[in-house]
Structure formats: structure tokens, C-alpha cells
């Protein structure tokens, strides 16, 4: 297995009414450390669509992961969906699969509400964010078995290869419900 990386400078450089607060990269690369979970980390250019994430020559064997984060029509439930990247997300099946109905992809503000991302930075170590535990991740069979992927740190500026089972491992331990399918 590959060795943890080193945590990068600056751990702590926000503050909000008066108190310190973890940058999100290093909150979810700091949470990995506390779970005993063994990453490499990759700093790249900012990269927005899976094309452009295959593209800059990551060396490395790991599943790179498409993630999208969606919502019902009603605008009442989320999802961060997380599948193998070269596939291809049909939101009204998945609805189906799931028994919500329609899924559309969420705005903007929603991702920042839920996860505090921006655009292109949707990632399952997120949910380290969704502090009342509101987003369901939805994680496509496929990926079961695969023994490392690639994901975001909450930044599109870096990638974590970890282990499929460590993600799982991160994404139960922040209380968020995690549902498998068939994508």
C-alpha cells in the first residue's frame, strides 16, 4: 500500500468569529490521518470534468472517480453519486434505482450549502462538510473490488489515491448513509 503523504503547511487558516478552522483540503486530509488511512496525495492545476482529470498524467494505477452531486425534483433530498469515471451517469435510472424519482444535478449554492464545495471540487471525502449528515452517497457496484481510487480532497487543485475500502471506511465514519447500485 502506498505511504501517506505529508500534510501540507498551514493546517489551520481560516478563522470564524474568532475561532480556527480547518482549510477543507486539509480537514478531509487530516480526518484520513485520524483514521489511520494510508494516501498519496497529487497537487495538480485546477481541473473541472474527468477528461481534464485523465489528462494530467497521474501516475498511478487507481480507478479515477466521477462524482456528482445531485438532488430530487423536489429539491428536498441529495446525493453525491460516485461512480468509475469513464462511465457514464444516467440520472433518471439512478432516480429509479434509489426510488426517489427524478434526479437533477444541484446548483451551485446547494453544493456549497451541503458540502461547501465549488463547482468541479465534488468529491465523497466531502461529507466531512455535511455536518448534519443530509447527503446520501450513492456508489456504483463497480467499483467494489477495485482496490485503489482516485478522489479529490475537497480541492480540484489535488488528488487522494486511497483504497476503495478506506473510502467506504471515511464515508461511514462521518454518518452519512450509503447506498450501492448498479449505475
Request: glycine share 6%.
Amino acid at each position: 500500500m502506498a505511504a501517506r503523504a505529508a500534510i501540507i503547511p498551514h493546517l489551520y487558516n481560516k478563522t470564524l468569529k474568532g475561532k480556527i478552522m480547518l482549510d477543507t483540503k486539509e480537514k478531509a486530509l487530516e480526518k484520513l490521518s485520524e483514521l489511520n488511512i494510508a494516501y498519496e496525495l497529487f497537487e495538480h492545476q485546477a481541473v473541472f470534468t474527468i477528461e481534464e482529470m485523465l489528462g494530467i498524467g497521474i501516475e498511478s494505477d487507481a480507478e479515477i472517480c466521477k462524482n456528482l452531486f445531485v438532488r430530487n425534483q423536489k429539491g428536498n433530498m441529495h446525493y453525491l453519486i460516485v461512480q468509475k469515471g469513464e462511465k457514464r451517469a444516467d440520472l433518471s435510472s439512478i432516480g429509479e434505482k434509489v426510488g426517489v424519482g427524478r434526479l437533477s444535478f444541484a446548483s451551485e449554492d446547494r453544493l456549497k450549502k451541503y458540502l461547501k464545495l465549488e463547482k468541479g471540487e465534488v468529491t465523497p471525502l466531502s461529507v466531512i462538510n455535511d455536518e448534519n449528515h443530509e447527503v446520501i452517497v450513492i456508489v456504483d457496484n463497480d467499483l467494489f473490488g477495485i482496490e485503489r481510487v482516485g478522489v479529490h480532497p475537497n480541492t480540484n487543485t489535488a488528488t487522494v489515491v486511497i483504497s476503495f475500502e478506506d473510502l467506504i471506511k471515511y464515508v461511514n465514519d462521518a454518518g452519512n448513509e450509503v447506498i450501492k447500485i448498479d449505475i
